[in-house]
């Protein structure tokens, strides 16, 4: 946020935060849907990068398209396992899902 606008609505009266203060959430929650959101993120250029419809992808992965949508979209109900496995399905290697965990 921008620190004009964070001190206008601090001055009106507004507390200004993080959503993980708003939630309450601990540093270790924060850091695993951070890491979800993250890992959505890339199933979502690796599939693009290959071409594929979320159709194509859900037959690889024995599922449906609305489910790789949900995956895309960061849907809570998504495991990690799903996570991982659509990224492997798509030919990313235990290398570079390692230097995704790094970068990030």
């Known amino acids: 946020m921008e620190k004009q606008k964070k ?16 939630l309450g959430l601990s540093e270790g929650e924060a850091l695993y849907i951070d890491l979800k959101i993250m890992l959505s993120t890339k199933v979502r250029q690796c599939r693009k990068r290959k071409k594929l419809t979320q159709t194509q ?28 496995r659509s990224l492997l399905s798509l ?12 970068e990030n």
């Open 7 to 22: 001190k206008h609505l601090e001055a009106a009266g507004w507390r200004v935060g993080s959503a993980e203060d708003f």
């Open 91 to 102: 030919g990313v290697t235990k290398s570079d899902l390692s230097k995704m965990l790094v």
């Open 57 to 84: 992808l859900a037959q690889r992965l024995k599922s449906s398209q609305s489910r790789v949508a949900k995956i895309e979209a960061g849907d809570p109900s998504v495991s990690l396992d799903l996570l991982i």
